[in-house]
């Protein structure tokens, strides 16, 4: 079992910026590759970005690419999703996800991770 707990949500002005945190425990956290997720008010779950184990290679949503950034730390068990030039339309409730194995062809399918956290709310004003 891997246990994740989001944080760093808020409400934040157009342009603003804020950083998610997602701090796992339990299993090894090195071992899993990590993603972000969200979902709007009645819209479906999103891929947002995810991060390889060791960080080589990073994915990302084609709306967010140049404005979110992923990192992870492998030592404080911990992801990131730094988010920058924030637009109302970002506001949803955003998730972190582990999953045991990667694919390059899969890496945004949400059914294919399998341990998600609460979720932390961003909400973006115009």
């Known amino acids: 079992q891997v246990q994740l707990v989001e944080s760093g949500g808020g409400l934040v002005q157009a342009g603003g910026s804020l950083r998610l945190s997602c701090a796992a425990s339990?299993?090894?956290?090195?071992?899993?590759?990590m993603g972000w997720f969200r979902q709007a008010p009645g819209k479906e779950r999103e891929f947002v970005a995810a991060?390889?184990?060791?960080?080589?290679?990073?994915h990302y949503k084609d709306s967010v690419k140049g404005r979110f950034t992923i990192s992870r730390d492998n030592v404080r068990n911990t992801v990131y999703l730094q988010m920058n030039s924030l637009k109302p339309e970002d506001t949803a409730v955003y998730y972190c996800?582990?999953?045991?194995?990667?694919?390059?062809?899969?890496?945004?399918?949400?059914?294919?991770?399998?341990?998600w956290g609460q979720g932390t709310q961003v909400t973006v004003s115009s």
């Open positions: 991060m390889s184990r060791t960080g080589e290679i990073t």
């Open positions: 339990g299993r090894t956290f090195s071992n899993y590759f």
């Open positions: 996800a582990a999953r045991r194995t990667y694919s390059s062809t899969t890496y945004y399918v949400d059914g294919l991770f399998n341990y």
